[in-house]
């Protein structure tokens, strides 16, 4: 019997096993390698805040939010609506699912996208203002970027 060209045998397999009919998009400012690491773990990982394109969305609204010019204070704005998408008008919630990306990132690429946060981190820091009641808040206190002056309260 004559054996089966290695074409032949791979036109049955997929393009991409794994990812679909495409490759994962590649996320502005990392590797194509950490890009696919941030893909993965969206797509496997059993966080409630991390779904695909989750990653994207949340650094593309950090950088955002960072980017008006100038020295004046930036104050976050809680989001009214609690759905998945509108949950990003908060920078503080895109800042708690890149906190989530990182945790569930292989180390290469938790270190990649450290790499970009770092300085927009020290940029948030040094555009918004330290809260002096951020004791008495009563959820979310662990995290640095709820301790800082936001437009409205926990209490509305």
């Not at 939010?65 to 509108?86: D, E, I, K, M, V």
């Not at 450290?114 to 203002?129: C, E, H, S």
Request: proline share 10%.
């Amino acid at each position: 019997m004559p054996r089966s060209r290695p074409g032949a045998l791979r036109a049955h397999l997929p393009v991409h096993p794994g990812w679909g009919p495409t490759p994962p998009f590649r996320i502005h400012g990392l590797s194509t390698r950490a890009s696919r690491a941030v893909h993965r773990a969206e797509l496997l990982g059993n966080s409630h805040w991390l779904h695909p394109g989750a990653t994207e969305w949340a650094l593309r609204r950090y950088r955002e939010f960072l980017h008006p010019p100038g020295n004046r204070p930036l104050y976050p704005q809680a989001a009214f609506c609690s759905c998945t998408w509108c949950s990003f008008d908060d920078v503080r919630h895109a800042r708690d699912v890149l906190e989530e990306a990182l945790a569930q990132l292989p180390a290469r690429a938790r270190a990649e996208l450290g790499r970009i946060l770092k300085p927009l981190d020290a940029a948030f820091l040094r555009r918004t203002l330290p809260d002096p009641f951020a004791h008495r808040l009563q959820w979310r206190t662990e995290f640095w970027w709820y301790r800082r002056l936001s437009e409205s309260s926990e209490w509305g």
